[in-house]
């Protein structure tokens, strides 16, 4: 059986409830694994080696929890649950989400998110937001909780956002054929997973029944047996808007968004969008770039091919930029019905790479500079600090070298 530990005997005990639970429901967790909670830190991590790759964790429909069938509050220092009269949850759902809001309340996330939240942060600093929103397109959810937290908002106005923000982050979205569509769920033992670049994804549908959502093992760290997932493909500014913590491991930087001009007429238009995905299936060519590929529009009347971002590699997949420039490159000229000689496409591809990588330089060293010029007891301005040192640091160790 999975091992628990805690410096809480309470969570331990709430921790040791939710695995019998999830068990209940037809899921299950590896019994090498272990459930830890130190000084309210939760994590998973394997008590023996484990070969990476081998299932860790199984979760049936039945133990997960849909986002619209319970309502979360906040009330003092904790959280609270209401399930409607309409909801549709088994009794066993229920006790799986009360039993996730006491582990919450236990490892006091109520009072940490309100103590640790960027946008909490970012909010009362409105020259700050300014400018980092010139380097990102922030999700239009995070742009209405900022707008409803700016000033002098009231306790209620704050509670809203703590509960409402602190969800959206452990939301996944889950494919329900039962209810025709996809559905935002909160997964039981699987959101105490941290997040890594090579962490594990979320396999759904696999195995012996339909809607088990399952969990593999991934340990980056050599000197750890810390289990991780991967939770999108984000930078360290990325997971600092929808996280609060910088992802300095990450091996990549999301541009600025960039105009350039493209041969023979025409704009490539690469904004900074969190959270876009490609999820067309590729070519055998390119479907290493799965990570990499952005979503893109070519919309003719302004001769213009739009992509939704587009990432800066550092250290592995170093190439991994040139060649989404080369597949920008293709797409423009089959649009447009014409061919390009490829000493003229060799030498646009270097060029914008460099283009890509000064006006990420600039816009960080300008970010640092104008942060440090803040109120160094701001949250959000060390942030903005370490976060622009951060991207520096990777940016300036980016290779032009030819492949």
Known sequence: MTIVRADNPALEKHLTNLVDLVEQGGGGTHSDLVLQSENGNLQIYTDKEMKPGREIIRLSRAVLLPADQYEIGVQGSDFTVNFPANSRLSELQKNIAQCLIEIYNETNKVELHKKYSFLLSLAQDQELLDRLMKGRVFPDKHKAWIKEIQGAADEATINDFVST?????????????????????????????????????????????????????????????????????????????????????????????????????????????????????????????????????????????????????????????????????????????????????????????????????????????????????????????????????????YEFKAA
């Open 165 to 397: 923000s602190f969800l959206q982050t452990r939301f996944l979205g889950y494919s329900d054929k039962n209810r025709m569509g996809n559905v935002s769920v909160l997964m039981p033992i699987v959101d105490f997973l941290n997040h890594h670049w090579v962490g594990s994804g979320f396999s759904v549908g696999k195995g012996t029944r339909i809607g088990d959502l399952t969990v593999h093992n991934s340990q980056p760290f050599e000197d750890s047996r810390e289990c991780f997932a991967f939770y999108g493909p984000m930078d360290a500014f990325d997971s600092l808007i929808r996280y609060d913590f910088a992802d300095t491991s990450a091996p990549v930087v999301r541009s600025i968004p960039i105009e350039l001009d493209v041969p023979h007429g025409g704009k490539l238009r690469i904004a900074a969008l969190v959270g876009a995905v490609n999820s067309k299936k590729l070519m055998e060519s390119i479907a290493d770039l799965h990570r990499y590929l952005p979503v893109m529009n070519y919309i003719r009347e302004e001769n213009t091919l739009k992509a939704s971002h587009i990432f800066i590699p550092v250290g592995s997949s170093k190439h991994a930029m040139r060649r989404v420039l080369s597949v920008f490159l293709k797409n423009f000229m089959h649009y447009q019905g014409v061919d390009i000689d490829k000493e003229v496409g060799d030498d646009w591809i270097k060029a914008s790479e460099r283009k890509i990588i000064q006006a990420n330089i600039d816009y960080y060293e300008d970010l640092k500079a104008f942060a440090q010029t803040r109120s160094s007891d701001s949250l959000a301005v060390q942030s903005a600090v370490s976060l622009a040192q951060s991207q520096l640091e990777k940016l300036k160790k």
